[in-house]
Nanobody, 122 residues
Framework: QVQLGESGGGLVQAGGSLRLSCAASGRADRYYAMGWFRQAPGKEREFVAGINWSGSSPYYADSVKGRFTISRANAKNTVHLQMNVLKPEDTGVYYC???????????????WGQGTQVTVSS
């Protein structure tokens, strides 16, 4: 099992930026794809972005394409989510996830962190 810890959430005005980070420990080896989901109050958890082990294939939900960028630093077992041009609808708890494949990540079948709150004010 891999352990995941998120950081970087906070309160920001619409149009602003935040950078989330997720550090993996335990069995955080090269076979893990990683990603981010979010959950707004009263809504289901939804996929935001994912990335394969090498970082060569990032993929995004349509709602964040062009605004969010996912990247990873394997030497540090870390994945980042740079969020720009934030909107109030981006508000929610952001969860880091890791799996043995990108499919597993997108299907929300991997391991999870505790989450970090992102609040975007209008």
């Amino acid at each position: 099992q891999v352990q995941l810890g998120e950081s970087g959430g906070g309160l920001v005005q619409a149009g602003g930026s935040l950078r989330l980070s997720c550090a993996a420990s335990g069995r955080a080896d090269r076979y893990y794809a990683m990603g981010w989901f979010r959950q707004a109050p009263g809504k289901e958890r939804e996929f935001v972005a994912g990335i394969n082990w090498s970082g060569s294939s990032p993929y995004y939900a349509d709602s964040v394409k062009g605004r969010f960028t996912i990247s990873r630093a394997n030497a540090k077992n870390t994945v980042h989510l740079q969020m720009n041009v934030l909107k109030p609808e981006d508000t929610g708890v952001y969860y880091c996830t890791a799996g043995t494949s990108t499919v597993e990540v997108m299907k929300a079948e991997g391991s999870w962190g505790q989450g970090t709150q992102v609040t975007v004010s209008s």
